[in-house]
């Protein structure tokens, strides 16, 4: 054998073979797909009482994420689908277990509604797929109801008392009455409420319970007009928050009681109006016009929907960022190493500064006590909020100390 023709082979052999190992290194660091997309759901309530909490608008919230990353991972698509769970858990369900088991998705967002929240996230668990919860506000999905493949973005019912509640006790509304949805989220809410207005001084003088979406409040809002309480304290949310306060300032309540929104977004206020909703209270995790940052990406949305976008469509586009980096961080959309790089990666964007998700699947972050302007304040289309103060996420959410988390409590 002719030596040159033998090292020449030795030398072309030992170059394909390292770039076989370059080829092979370049694919592992890009990462891989368990399909041929990468899907994402999300659940929401597209018409009914919540449809402009969260809805079509959480729909473009999660586009948007995606186009901004760039609408690819690891050179296949990023698809989303969406379903309206019309307020029903058996719905939501039914649709999530099709998502998981025939159509490749990988993850839910938003899950809207208590009710639907809790019956997604436990599916989640049983399929081993990641369930973000954005809309829905019952602490018992960090708490008894946890899961390890559930993360609980936005706010709950806890922090809503803890900012809201200590305020107006604070400042002489010592005596409450709720008029309360009656399901998990509003039994959530009365509850949570209810334990820092007596822990902070005050008195519960009593509560009355309406049906999801209820057309008619005057029933209630007489037992709360006739339980002398100075605060009354709506804890329910959209369509219904909206409805309550119109029809208190009909009936004439305010005239002598004071309203407390548990749960009110900058879109509510925007379909209330200045004239009816100018001095009311409330928390929320995120403003539209706080900063610049937060007006450069309120701007993105509002040249796509046409209006501007809550708390809730910030944190849906924040969560699914969030998640779409963490995949591509880990190299792979595995379920529970995608859900450590999650809680391992500070959240640092639009949303929040250094947000942290716990083990309990908590996601803390900073809240807001706000006030909403009166009409004469108000300088400019949507203008509508004084800040009244900042409240830490420590302190605003539960301790992992008080948590009734079942896998946490295994470890303690």
């Keep these: 054998m002719n ?192 334990d820092v207005v007596k822990a902070s001084g005050g008195k519960v003088l009593g509560a009355v319970r309406h049906p999801l979406n209820a057309g008619d409040f005057s029933s209630f809002l007489l037992q709360a007009q006739s339980s002398k309480a100075k605060i009354v304290g709506l804890a329910n949310a959209g369509g219904d928050t909206v409805n309550s306060i119109k029809s208190a300032a009909e009936f004439g309540l305010t005239k002598n009681q004071s309203l407390a929104a548990l749960l009110m977004l900058y879109t509510d206020v925007h379909a209330l109006g200045l004239n009816t909703a100018q001095g009311l209270y409330l928390t929320e995790a995120w403003y539209w016009d706080a900063n610049a940052e937060t007006r450069a990406w309120s701007k993105k949305y509002e040249d796509r929907m046409k209006k501007k976008p809550n708390s809730n469509h910030a944190s849906v586009y924040s969560s699914v960022m969030h998640y779409l980096k963490a995949v591509q961080a880990a190299g792979t959309d595995d379920t529970a190493t995608v859900i450590k790089k999650m809680k391992d990666t500070p959240v640092n964007d639009m949303f929040a500064k250094n947000g942290k998700i716990r083990e309990d699947g908590r996601h803390v972050h900073d809240m807001y006590l706000f006030q909403v302007k009166k009409p004469s304040e108000s300088k400019a289309p949507g203008d509508y909020y004084n800040l009244k103060g900042t409240v830490k996420g420590d302190d605003a959410f539960q301790s992992m100390e008080k948590s009734q988390c079942p896998q946490f409590m295994k470890k303690a």
């Design 3 to 194: 030596q040159p023709n033998k090292t020449k082979r030795t030398i072309l052999a030992a170059v394909i073979a390292a770039a076989c190992a370059v080829s092979m290194g370049s694919a592992f660091a890009q990462g891989k797909l368990t399909k041929d997309s990468l899907k994402i759901g999300v659940l929401s309530d597209m018409s009914g009482v919540y449809a402009d909490y969260g809805g079509p608008g959480a729909v473009a919230a999660a586009k948007l994420a995606i186009d901004d990353f760039g609408g690819k991972m690891f050179g296949k698509p990023i698809e989303v689908v969406s379903a309206d769970h019309q307020n029903k858990p058996d719905i939501a369900k039914n649709v999530t277990l099709q998502w998981f088991d025939r159509d490749g998705v990988m993850a839910t967002f938003e899950n809207l509604n208590s009710g639907v929240a809790l019956a997604v996230t436990a599916l989640g668990k049983e399929k081993n797929r990641l369930t973000v919860v954005t809309g829905a506000a019952t602490a018992r999905l960090t708490n008894d109801a946890c899961q390890p493949t559930s993360i609980h973005y936005l706010m709950d019912t806890i922090a809503l008392g803890n900012v809201v509640g200590k305020a107006i006790v604070k400042d002489g509304g010592d005596t409450w009455f709720f008029i309360t949805a009656d399901y998990a989220f509003g039994h959530s809410l009365e509850k949570d409420t209810g």
